[in-house]
T-cell receptor
Framework: GNSVTQMEGPVTLSEEAFLTINCTYT??????LFWYVQYPGEGLQLLLK?????DKGSNKGFEATYRKETTSFHLEKGSVQVSDSAVYFC?????????????FGPGTSLSVIP | NAGVTQTPKFRVLKTGQSMTLLCAQD?????MYWYRQDPGMGLRLIHY???????AKGEVPDGYNVSRLKKQNFLLGLESAAPSQTSVYFC???????????????FGPGTRLTVL
């Protein structure tokens, strides 16, 4: 079946540290891949996306590359800030005939300390 | 544009009580969804709708009902609340397949529900 696996959290980093959050997926067909971010007390918002193999999504200093050969979509940022503290969800999207099915990973909580 | 809004933000119910959560979107999206978020489980789809007057079951539909009488509104009902329904509920929407080749969904801020 279709699924998303993320590294377990919580992750605690010092400001300006390098961030990697691992994400791997299992899917039939050719899904789109997403990272959503949820700041405290808010809903999810799209951080970045990639729709085909070797695409790189980027936004706000975050990057992730769609790796079909390793079925991965790891999130990276070179220098995190306190304002990046949030929960990050990896997700895959499948275009069904009747609706858009999105499967979310369990989320990884990130805390950045000054 | 307000995007996706949800009412109420918080609610506490007693077991057996009923309530309705309201989701509204002003982006003219065809598709709307209700998810629940539980610790360590990500988001799970409860019900969805692909247009006004249509609804369908998602991954965890038991104990919930929905209605989409107007395109911009999607209601989630709990007829007889149970403690297992304590969760954070998110509504989301996106354009139909004809309008977008991506699956990006736009989320509301969530409703935190506690059932005692």
């Amino acid at each position: 079946g279709n699924s998303v696996t993320q590294m377990e959290g919580p992750v605690t980093l010092s400001e300006e540290a390098f961030l990697t959050i691992n994400c791997t997926y299992t899917a039939t067909g050719y899904p789109s891949l997403f990272w959503y971010v949820q700041y405290p007390g808010e809903g999810l918002q799209l951080l970045l996306k990639a729709t085909k193999a070797d695409d790189k999504g980027s936004n706000k200093g975050f990057e992730a590359t769609y790796r079909k050969e390793t079925t991965s979509f790891h999130l990276e940022k070179g220098s995190v800030q306190v304002s990046d503290s949030a929960v990050y969800f990896c997700a895959l999207g499948l275009k069904k005939t009747s609706y858009d099915k999105v499967i979310f990973g369990p989320g990884t909580s990130l805390s950045v300390i000054p | 544009n307000a995007g996706v809004t949800q009412t109420p933000k918080f609610r506490v119910l007693k077991t057996g009580q009923s309530m309705t959560l309201l989701c509204a979107q002003d982006m003219n999206h065809e598709y709307m969804y209700w998810y629940r978020q539980d610790p360590g489980m990500g988001l799970r789809l409860i019900h969805y709708s692909v247009g006004e007057g249509t609804t369908a079951k998602g991954e965890v539909p038991d104990g919930y009902n929905v209605s989409r009488l107007k395109k911009q509104n999607f209601l989630l009902g709990l007829e007889s609340a149970a403690p297992s329904q304590t969760s954070v509920y998110f509504c989301a929407s996106n354009p139909s397949y004809r309008d977008s080749s991506y699956n990006e969904q736009f989320f509301g801020p969530g409703t935190r529900l506690t059932v005692l």
